[in-house]
């Protein structure tokens, strides 16, 4: 079986879900709302990040959350997708596209995460890109 690409993966087709636990987990106990989201989602959300600003993965979930009347998002699965949609990204820009034209993933990943370390790019591209857009 073939190796599926980022891309691949990025359109799975999976779309947000919110789910009622039934047994504590991820910060959450039975009975409360857990949003899985999809790469699209966050995605969108990561471009809604002003140029020149960042905001924390925990912020990100957050706001998922809120958007979906959930008490929370799932931590890993938004990891998977943060890192999805950091590779596509990535991809996108060594195939020429502008920075101005992916998903802007240096705004939410923390260059001293350990998602920057799994990054093909590394937590040194994402301190470079922050500092060129807050660089007067």
């Given at each position: 079986?073939a ?19 039934d ?9 409360q ?5 999809s ?6 959300l990561l ?8 905001t924390?993965?925990?912020?990100l ?20 997708f943060l890192r ?6 990535l ?12 998903a ?28 060129a857009?807050?660089?007067?």
């Amino acid at each position: 079986m073939a190796k599926k690409t980022w891309r691949q993966k990025y359109d799975n087709g999976h779309d947000p879900e919110v789910v009622v636990l039934d047994k504590p987990g991820m910060g959450l106990v039975p009975g409360q709302k857990l949003l899985i989201s999809s790469p699209s989602e966050i995605d969108g959300l990561l471009r809604s990040v002003p140029i020149g600003q960042t905001t924390s993965v925990a912020e990100l979930r957050n706001s998922l959350a809120t958007r979906h009347g959930a008490d929370g998002t799932c931590p890993l699965t938004t990891g998977i997708f943060l890192r999805i949609i950091a590779e596509v990204a990535l991809e996108e820009l060594a195939a020429g596209k502008g920075v101005d034209e992916v998903a802007p993933f240096w705004r939410v990943v923390d260059p001293k995460s350990p998602l920057a370390k799994k990054l093909s790019c590394g937590p040194e591209w994402i301190r470079t890109q922050r500092d060129a857009e807050t660089r007067p």
